[in-house]
T-cell receptor, first 113, second 115 residues
Framework: EPEVTQTPSHQVTQMGQEVILRCVPI?????FYWYRQILGQKVEFLVS????????KSEIFDDQFSVERPDGSNFTLKIRSTKLEDSAMYFC???????????FGNGTRLTVT | AQTVTQSQPEMSVQEAETVTLSCTYDTSESNYYLFWYKQPPSRQMILVIRQEAYKQQNATENRFSVNFQKAAKSFSLKISDSQLGDTAMYFC????????????FGTGTRLQVFP
């Protein structure tokens, strides 16, 4: 069964550094998402992306965050200047249609020191 | 705004027994979707079951079934014949049918299945 893949599985970075989290959605999917889960807390929506533009974003997704689909397969989340509170598990997800279930990747654990 | 509440932070069940996880939600929408996702220690978020609000019949997927009470805004998950591999965090989630594509998650219930 096709899967959403995320790399790396764990990223450690220093405060103030830029990080790029990478995702390869399922190939025929059109809708792409980033969610995050701070340790011990619930999964929170960050952003959705369709047709090469952001379709919705949460209040968490401020100017330090950006998303991009640089080619036909990758979907990236960039955090420009990381803060300690950005430490979390970041999940990428994709779906075929607006009303179809989301398929999640295994997540990238980001640790900001 | 929509909210999802899971009032059981932890549950445990013996192998082969049945367990029910609770979820309530708040919305003014009439059409929406509800989901249960499983997050095992491997961290992946796996879709367990999905329910469309306009369908009165409760969804079932093998050993997993839901009790959807629209008027009460309740969406519980029943796991029958529990297996050790069911040990995981279980998240209830809500999605409006139109106008947005974001999932709103509850805080999760950690289920431990013991032999």
């Amino acid at each position: 069964e096709p899967e959403v893949t995320q790399t790396p599985s764990h990223q450690v970075t220093q405060m103030g550094q830029e990080v790029i989290l990478r995702c390869v959605p399922i190939s025929n999917h059109l809708y792409f998402y980033w969610y995050r889960q701070i340790l011990g807390q619930k999964v929170e929506f960050l952003v959705s992306f369709y047709n090469n533009e952001i379709s919705e974003k949460s209040e968490i997704f401020d100017d330090q965050f950006s998303v991009e689909r640089p080619d036909g397969s990758n979907f990236t989340l960039k955090i420009r200047s990381t803060k300690l509170e950005d430490s979390a598990m970041y999940f990428c997800a994709s779906s075929a249609r607006l009303d179809s279930p989301l398929h999640f990747g295994n997540g990238t654990r980001l640790t900001v020191t | 705004a929509q909210t999802v509440t899971q009032s059981q932070p932890e549950m445990s069940v013996q192998e082969a027994e049945t367990v029910t996880l609770s979820c309530t939600y708040d919305t003014s929408e009439s059409n929406y979707y509800l989901f249960w996702y499983k997050q095992p220690p491997s961290r992946q978020m796996i879709l367990v079951i999905r329910q469309e609000a306009y369908k009165q019949q409760n969804a079932t997927e093998n050993r997993f079934s839901v009790n959807f009470q629209k008027a009460a805004k309740s969406f519980s998950l029943k796991i029958s014949d529990s297996q050790l591999g069911d040990t995981a965090m279980y998240f209830c989630a809500f999605m409006k049918t139109f106008g947005t594509d974001k999932l709103i998650f509850g805080t999760g219930t950690r289920l431990q299945v013991f032999p």
